[in-house]
Nanobody, 115 residues
Framework: VQFVESGGGLAQPGGSLRLSCAAS????????MSWYRQAPGKERELVAT????????YYADSVKDRFTISRNIQQNTVYLQMNSLKPEDTAVYYC?????????WGQGTQVTVSS
C-alpha cells in the first residue's frame, strides 16, 4: 500500500490549494477514504471523508463550507479542494482509509497559510 500526497505549499490567508493523493496497492474502490492533518505539536485529526461511490461526504466543523473532498475511482486518487484558507489550516496533510484501522501512512504534503 502506498499513498503519495501532493499539492501543498505556501498560501496566503483567504487563498486556495488543491491537494491530491495517489493511492496504490489495494482495491481503492472498496474503501471509504479520508484526509487527515497534523499541525506542529498536535495530534493527527480527521478533516474530511468520502464514501466508496463518492456520494456521501463528511467534514470536520473547522473546515466545513471551505473544503471539498472528491475522488476519481478510475485514477485511484482522492482530492481536497481547500478554499478560504486560514492560518490555523497550517499542517501536514495525509490521506488514508477511514479509521480506526489504517494503512501505512504516506509522507504527507505540507500546507502553510501565512501572509
Amino acid at each position: 500500500v502506498q499513498f503519495v500526497e501532493s499539492g501543498g505549499g505556501l498560501a496566503q490567508p483567504g487563498g486556495s490549494l488543491r491537494l491530491s493523493c495517489a493511492a496504490s496497492g489495494f482495491t481503492f474502490s472498496r474503501y471509504v477514504m479520508s484526509w487527515y492533518r497534523q499541525a506542529p505539536g498536535k495530534e493527527r485529526e480527521l478533516v474530511a471523508t468520502i464514501t466508496t461511490a463518492g456520494n456521501g461526504v463528511y467534514y470536520a466543523d473547522s473546515v466545513k463550507d471551505r473544503f471539498t473532498i472528491s475522488r476519481n475511482i478510475q485514477q485511484n486518487t482522492v482530492y481536497l479542494q481547500m478554499n478560504s484558507l486560514k492560518p490555523e489550516d497550517t499542517a501536514v496533510y495525509y490521506c488514508n482509509r477511514q479509521g480506526p484501522v489504517f494503512f501505512p501512512w504516506g509522507q504527507g504534503t505540507q500546507v502553510t497559510v501565512s501572509s
